[in-house]
Nanobody, 115 residues
Framework: QVHLVESGGDLVQPGGSLRLSCAASGSISSIYAMGWHRQAPGKQRELVATMMNGGTINYSGSVKGRFAISRGNAENTVYLQMNSLKPEDTAVYYC?????????WGQGTQVTVSS
């Protein structure tokens, strides 16, 4: 079992920046990837970014060049630096961790981009 806690969501103006954080606890030695999904009102949950333990990174096309994912030194934390935010980035952002026994999700953190 892996428990995930996100933080950093907020209300920000278009063009602004936010940094989301996610800390994992529990069976962290079994984690081989961590990342972020998001879900906007009335839409399906979508991948934002993911990072494997070996450093391989994958971004959604809609955030590439604006968002940056990183992992902490202990690899039980994951961050999402979000720059040049747009109103369409408004969503609940969910941290996830992938292990050999399954995928675990955080409770989500709200990001609202509005003037």
């Amino acid at each position: 079992q892996v428990h995930l806690v996100e933080s950093g969501g907020d209300l920000v103006q278009p063009g602004g920046s936010l940094r989301l954080s996610c800390a994992a606890s529990g069976s962290i030695s079994s984690i081989y990837a961590m990342g972020w999904h998001r879900q906007a009102p009335g839409k399906q949950r979508e991948l934002v970014a993911t990072m494997m333990n070996g450093g391989t990174i994958n971004y959604s096309g809609s955030v590439k060049g604006r968002f940056a994912i990183s992992r902490g030194n202990a690899e039980n934390t994951v961050y999402l630096q979000m720059n040049s935010l747009k109103p369409e980035d408004t969503a609940v952002y969910y941290c996830y961790s992938a292990t050999k026994t399954g995928v675990y999700w955080g409770q989500g953190t709200q990001v609202t981009v509005s003037s």
